[in-house]
């Protein structure tokens, strides 16, 4: 793995689906993973499809 990307997220189910696709859009030849930490929202937030 050349590049970690983690993202911390409180209550983001409105925001977090552009931000992993903006992420994805990226042009790279660099190996990543996407990591997801979640403090606990009281929304949708976990629900997203990654």
């Given at each position: 793995?050349?590049?970690s990307i983690i993202i911390p997220t409180?209550?983001?189910e409105?925001?977090?689906g552009s931000y992993?696709?903006?992420i994805r859009s990226?042009?790279?030849t660099l190996?990543?993973?996407i990591i997801?930490?979640?403090g606990k929202s009281n929304d949708k937030t976990v629900e997203v499809k990654i």
């Open positions: 793995m050349d590049v409180l209550n983001e409105k925001s977090i992993l696709d903006s990226q042009e790279t190996k990543y993973e997801v930490c979640d």
